[in-house]
Nanobody
Framework: QVQLVESGGGLVQPGGSLRLSCAVS????????SGWFRRAPGQEREFVAA????????SYADSVKGRFTISAENAKNTVYLQMNSLKPEDTAVYYC???????????????WGQGTQVTVSS
């Protein structure tokens, strides 16, 4: 069973930065893609970013493009989400997920972390 553990959430002022980390217990073809999703209060979970562990061009939601960067460190089995120029509307619980397919749909992801809270407020 693949386990994902997120860390790095917290409270930050608008315009600030945070880096989320997701440690993956082990990787196979079944979890060759890692993604980040988020769920704001009262809203559905939405796609943020995804990346192949083997490389390639990551994909991003339009709402975070140019501000967020997803990356993967193979030696540490860890995927990161660097979040810059944060806005109050970025406030949400952020989830790391793993899949065998490259997708922006949460239904394609088989493994999920417990989530980490990000709050952007002055």
């Amino acid at each position: 069973q693949v386990q994902l553990v997120e860390s790095g959430g917290g409270l930050v002022q608008p315009g600030g930065s945070l880096r989320l980390s997701c440690a993956v217990s082990w990787r196979t073809r079944g979890n060759s893609v890692s993604g980040w999703f988020r769920r704001a209060p009262g809203q559905e979970r939405e796609f943020v970013a995804a990346i192949f562990w083997s490389g390639g061009v990551p994909s991003y939601a339009d709402s975070v493009k140019g501000r967020f960067t997803i990356s993967a460190e193979n030696a540490k089995n860890t995927v990161y989400l660097q979040m810059n120029s944060l806005k109050p509307e970025d406030t949400a619980v952020y989830y790391c997920a793993a899949s065998s397919r490259y997708s922006q749909s949460s239904s394609s992801y088989d493994y999920w972390g417990q989530g980490t809270q990000v709050t952007v407020s002055s």
